[in-house]
């Protein structure tokens, strides 16, 4: 224990100022090694003690370099006392804002990490040296502030240790401000650092809320982005599968872009960008080896080169016009043309080409059962599926109320309703937005 000179109040040896008056204290000179025994034939001679009056000129003169020079002020008088110890205990009790039981000193190689300068969830404190037969007792520390951001550090002055906002722990206690060690109740300054510990008053009302302040390189946490929308997975027998948010902005869609897409060899890394904005949901391909098809709902305009498909059938759509001769005159040969318009080719492979189909009259329809152009084996198409018909001279694709619906490739980017459908790869996906 270390007596202070100021006040006389006792503090434990690591303290380095008093937890009464908040004056550094100073550790008392060691003690003077013991008299070796005096050799063999040798007279041991008396000993000699200093005399009273040089211990007291010793002990004032402490006391002069503790102490400002001049008369104490009145508040200084009334916690100014001797240092002698029986003058500092006085009798039938325990000086002033002492405790019956003092905690066992915290050993200088364990350091407490102060709870308010990092984002963690701080673990129970461990001490030596307590009361409970010399084992370790667990201090659990007090909960972090809230309203202090995770990497948030301890308010810290750059002149020196200043009084602050105070946290009360377990059983009363209290959590210094600046270091973020524990302090007895009654103590008014702190034994670690010597900062001043301010009291506040009880009661839910007068409460503040803690001052955050943020060290250089503490960062805030990020917000968290709401989805605005999502692509849900519709499997081959109507349910639901799984979901793909969209949030504000472009969306990336393709293989390794989510794990929704990642089993779809079909789908290219990078397939397609879905662009969320007030005015609704852009759906643009992205030079896809596949591309991007969207169920119809009307009647669509085809242009030479188009292509759509109907159950597992994927079909091109191309203009048939009169031949032109060359520059120089020379017509090409061919057979005569009964009136075709147009022909779609089946497409089996990329620039490779199956059976075609000449388009004539006023419309063709295609089916599994009935029409002019019959996919007899494909189960996924309708009995009429879908009509190609020529008016106003143009060309216009549209569905017959099939089961599984009719898909157009888009050419070009496209906003596109809530609801709408998209085929991408071997998924089919329905879109949702608000």
């Known amino acids: 224990m270390i007596t202070c000179n100021r006040c006389g109040k006792e503090n434990q040896d690591h303290y380095k100022f008093c937890l009464g ?8 000179a060691a003690p003077a090694p013991a008299p070796s025994p005096p050799a063999a034939g040798l007279t041991p001679g008396p000993v000699v ?50 405790s019956p039981k003092m905690p066992a000193p915290i050993p200088a190689f364990q350091l407490q990490q102060n709870p308010l300068a990092s984002g963690a969830t701080p673990g129970p404190r461990v001490t030596a040296g307590a009361s409970n037969g010399g084992g370790a007792s667990v201090v659990t520390p007090p909960p972090v502030a809230a309203g202090r951001p995770p990497g948030a550090a301890a308010q810290v002055s750059a002149t020196g240790p200043t009084p602050g906002p105070v ?38 009302a ?43 902005g472009e969306n990336m869609i393709g293989r390794g872009q989510a794990a929704l897409f990642d089993a779809d060899a079909y789908l290219s890394p990078r397939h397609a960008a879905l662009t969320v904005s007030a005015e609704g949901v852009m759906v643009r391909d992205l030079q896809s080896l596949n591309g991007v098809f969207l169920k119809i709902t009307a009647e669509e305009a085809l242009e030479s080169g188009d292509i759509f498909r109907i159950g597992q059938e994927l079909l091109r759509f191309e203009v048939i016009s009169p031949p032109q001769p060359l520059e120089d005159g020379t017509e090409i040969m061919g057979t005569p043309n009964p009136g075709f318009w147009g022909r779609l080719s089946v497409i089996v492979g990329r620039d490779v080409d199956g059976s075609a189909f000449p388009l004539f009259g006023e419309s063709i329809v295609l089916g599994r059962e009935r029409g002019d152009i019959l996919f007899p084996e494909d189960g996924y198409v309708s009995g009429t599926h879908s009509r190609i018909s020529l008016h106003d001279e143009r060309v216009f694709l549209t569905d017959l109320g099939s089961s599984n619906g009719t898909f157009l490739r888009l050419r070009h980017e496209r906003i596109v309703p809530n609801g709408a459908f998209l085929l991408m790869g071997q998924q089919l996906f329905r879109l949702e937005f608000r």
């Open 21 to 28: 008056c908040g004056s550094e204290l100073v550790k008392p």
């Open 49 to 98: 003690s200093p005399p009273p009056a040089a211990a007291e000129s010793s002990a004032l003169e402490t006391a002069r370099t503790i102490l400002p020079p001049g008369p104490p002020s009145a508040a200084v008088a009334g916690e100014l006392r001797t240092t002698s110890p029986a003058a500092a205990k006085p009798r039938g009790g325990i000086p002033w804002n002492d």
């Open 206 to 248: 007068a409460v503040a809320p803690p001052r955050t302040v943020f060290m250089a390189g503490a960062t805030a946490a990020a917000p968290v982005a709401v989805p605005r929308g999502r692509l849900i997975l519709i499997r081959p027998d109507g349910s639901e599968g799984g979901a793909h948010p969209l949030l504000d």
């Open 167 to 204: 946290t009360a722990g377990p059983a009363g206690e209290i959590i210094c401000p600046t270091c973020g060690k524990t302090v007895q109740p009654g103590f008014a300054f702190c034994g670690a650092c010597g900062t001043r510990i301010t009291r506040q008053p009880s009661g839910p």
